[in-house]
């Protein structure tokens, strides 16, 4: 998941908001027929890739990695049309993760949301990621941070987003007694899977203190600068993982 935080502080964005506001103010339309005068800004902050899932995104149309603009608190079924046309609450993420996954889903717990957006809230404070051996494979998921207390609030948005967005939870011990929740969407094993083969050996280095193997990694240029544009490389980096 990628810190997207730079996002409202960057140059560009007063100007963009200005464009969009503009756009629709005097055209007298739909706001959303504006929601694209946010995307360029995002991907250049998510480095062009969905900051849920961190697949590479692209501009062909009803792809599952498209790349699409929407509301973070939805419109849909009266929950938050006050929000339709506030430049904050539009986020950038792959097709999948937005139709499929997350879609007009906003739960909440005592009126506080179990979502977080994150152009407002930095990962790291919420999650470890796990590399695990599953009857599927390798999987890099993500995991609860150790030193955040259970039954917790921070504790609840992270369970909520690990299940809703399908990014853990990929081998069936993990709750077998759990029972059907339509919040526990299917686990993302194709992306997770990519995951783990793309920072396993970056992981290992790290967790074996091997400072030969890791500068061997990090010194080919155009492999260290492809690394660099995950989120995933900061919890590496913070030793924010396992390897089981």
Request: a positive charge; hydrophobic letters at 35%; aromatic letters at 12%.
């Amino acid at each position: 998941m990628i810190d997207m935080r730079g996002y409202f502080t960057h140059r560009a964005y007063p100007c963009v908001v200005d464009k969009f506001k503009a756009s629709f103010d005097a055209n007298r339309l739909n706001c959303d027929d504006y929601w694209f005068a946010f995307t360029d800004l995002q991907k250049k902050i998510s480095h062009n890739k969905c900051p849920i899932c961190e697949v590479e995104l692209t501009h062909i149309p009803n792809k599952t990695n498209t790349a699409t603009l929407d509301h973070f608190r939805p419109k849909a079924r009266g929950m938050y049309p006050h929000l339709k046309c506030e430049a904050d609450n539009y986020i950038l993420m792959c097709s999948l993760c937005n139709s499929t996954y997350k879609k007009d889903e906003f739960p909440l717990i005592e009126n506080k949301p179990l979502l977080f957006n994150p152009t407002e809230k930095d990962p790291l404070d919420f999650f470890e990621l796990a590399f695990r051996q599953t009857e599927q494979g390798g999987v890099l998921e993500l995991k609860r941070k150790a030193n955040i207390p259970k039954n917790s609030y921070q504790y609840k948005r992270c369970e909520t987003m690990i299940k809703l967005f399908g990014l853990g939870y990929c081998y069936k011990d993990i709750h077998p007694n759990d029972k059907p929740n339509k919040n526990i969407k299917e686990c993302r094993i194709d992306i997770l899977t990519k995951h783990y083969n793309t920072f396993i050996e970056l992981a290992k280095a790290i967790n074996d203190k091997n400072k030969k193997a890791m500068a061997l990694i990090l010194k080919n240029k155009n492999r260290s600068d492809e690394l660099k544009k995950y989120g995933f490389f900061n919890f590496i980096m913070k030793k924010q993982f396992s390897i089981k």
